[in-house]
């Protein structure tokens, strides 16, 4: 069974531009879920998708969007990049929302802005 | 408002000594508590869970031990291998809500 793929695995943006990252959840799974991770930060609830709506969301300002298509793929996007948005970003995907139980992660997207 | 506190950021052990993970947290709700290990370039894997309802789990060399009256969870890692080298983290939920992840442990066994 494939696991939660994540694309692009590496990017580099400027400050300023906009960012969209993939994922595809494991065959089956209808929740995904985004955090953040920087250093000395953990990991950052972004927001989570559930059968294309949103069904929770983190404390991130409002250049932090995303989405989830009827295959259960999601992408989220942050416009007007800044330099703190650099981190690593990963996806998760559980076959029930609730998170309640266990996630399984891609590698995630590493993105640097400069 | 950090709700789940992982207080060391880094461990050292000796390879087969036992290694002690340490997290806390503040908000009572929780009732379901997880344990992540992060290898560098790669997404967390899920190792091992605990409900409220219980004080142990065991699978394995890593047991994970919970007291509600101190909103403490530990994970115990005997013997301690190389291989267990990563960065760990916790993370806590209530009910249905979302995950809620400590800022990590990074343990580093050596022989």
């Known amino acids: 069974k494939a696991g939660v793929t994540q694309t692009p695995r590496y990017l580099i943006k400027t400050r300023g531009q906009q960012v969209t990252l993939s994922c595809s959840p494991i065959s089956g799974h209808r929740s995904v879920s985004w955090y953040q991770q920087t250093p000395g930060q953990g990991l950052q609830f972004l927001f989570e998708?559930?059968?294309?709506?949103?069904?929770n969301k983190g404390n991130f300002p409002g250049r932090f969007s995303g989405r989830q298509f009827s295959n259960s793929r999601s992408e989220m996007n942050v416009s007007t990049l800044e330099l703190g948005d650099s981190a690593l970003y990963l996806c998760?995907?559980?076959?029930?929302?609730?998170?309640?139980?266990?996630?399984?992660f891609g590698e995630g997207s590493r993105l640097t802005v400069l | 408002d950090q709700q789940v506190k992982q207080n060391s950021p880094s461990l050292s052990v000796q390879e087969g000594r036992i290694s002690i993970l340490n997290c806390d947290y503040t908000?009572?709700?929780?009732?379901?508590f997880l344990w992540y290990k992060k290898y560098p370039a790669e997404g967390p894997t899920f190792l091992i869970s605990?409900?409220?309802?219980?004080d142990k789990n065991e699978d394995g060399r890593f047991t994970v031990f919970l007291n509600k009256s101190a909103k403490h969870l530990s994970l115990h890692i005997v013997p301690s291998q190389p291989g267990d080298s990563a960065v760990y983290f916790c993370?806590?939920?209530?009910?249905?809500?979302?995950?809620?992840f400590g800022t990590g442990t990074r343990l580093q066994v050596f022989p």
């Open positions: 605990i409900s409220s309802i219980k």
């Open positions: 908000n009572s709700m929780f009732d379901y």
């Open positions: 998708y559930f059968s294309e709506t949103q069904r």
């Open positions: 998760a995907s559980s076959y029930q929302t609730g998170q309640g139980g266990e996630l399984f």
């Open positions: 993370a806590a939920s209530a009910g249905t809500d979302k995950l809620i």
